[in-house]
């Protein structure tokens, strides 16, 4: 009975160390394949999470400054590392990056004066004025501007407005408004000087 019974308590005891060995090899494991997998996925969403990273830069090198905590489980050194260095790249000209966000604003709130201009050239006039028809000065073409701007601009609205030759008033849509001719000349000029 005693003999059997410390035999039973060291087999159990064998067992549950058994037990938390094996406990202990499958943790360890499992974390190993997590970090493993999360690695393998970061590639995939590159691309998604490098925009969502451009967008938002601040926060994006908040979760990268805490990233090396998490690497602190010795197996996960490894894996961690490839993930983060793919993070870091984007993240690092992050400042860069940052810094033409300003001018970019401000390059397009400057054409936004010649909105009108640019669509109703685009609408109308770029019917004669982009291949040059029936002898009209194509956009953008300067030497054939040049003798035109030459006149003045008050010339060039009158003959916009009014018409020139086989040049019809108003690009021919006589309800088209004086402002949005005026601002069509004007964009076409600026385009050819
Ligand atoms: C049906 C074709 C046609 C369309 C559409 C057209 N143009 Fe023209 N345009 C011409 C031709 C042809 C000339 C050259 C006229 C000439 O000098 O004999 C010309 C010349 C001009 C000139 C120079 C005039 C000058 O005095 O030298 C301006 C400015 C101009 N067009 C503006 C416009 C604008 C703005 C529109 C749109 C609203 C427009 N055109 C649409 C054919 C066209």
Redesign the pocket.
């Known amino acids: 009975m005693t003999t059997n019974n410390t035999g039973n308590k060291a087999s159990v005891s064998k067992w549950l160390l058994f037990l938390v060995v094996t406990i202990a090899v499958i943790a360890g494991l499992r974390s190993m394949l997590v970090t493993k997998h999360e690695a393998a996925a970061a590639p995939q969403d590159a691309a998604t999470a490098r925009a969502v990273e451009d967008r938002i830069k601040p926060v994006g090198e908040v979760s990268i400054a805490l990233a090396p905590p998490r690497a602190a489980p010795a197996p996960a050194v490894a894996a961690v590392v490839p993930a983060e260095s793919g993070a870091a790249a984007p993240a690092s000209p992050a400042s860069e990056t940052a810094r033409p966000a300003a001018p970019a604003t401000v390059a397009t709130a400057a054409p936004a004066a010649s909105k009108a201009g640019e669509s109703?050239?685009h609408s109308?006039?770029t019917?004669?004025?982009s291949i040059g028809?029936?002898?009209?000065?194509r956009f953008g073409d300067k030497a054939a501007w040049a003798p035109?701007i030459a006149?003045g601009m008050d010339?060039?609205?009158?003959?916009?407005l009014h018409g020139?030759?086989?040049?019809?008033a108003?690009?021919?849509?006589p309800s088209?408004p004086d402002a949005?001719?005026k601002a069509?000349?004007d964009y076409?000029?600026a385009a050819a000087k």
């Open positions: 109703t050239y109308l006039c019917g004669c004025h028809a029936m002898g009209a000065p035109r006149q010339a060039l609205y009158r003959s916009a020139k030759n086989a040049m019809p108003k690009g021919g849509n088209l949005d001719v069509a000349v076409m000029v």
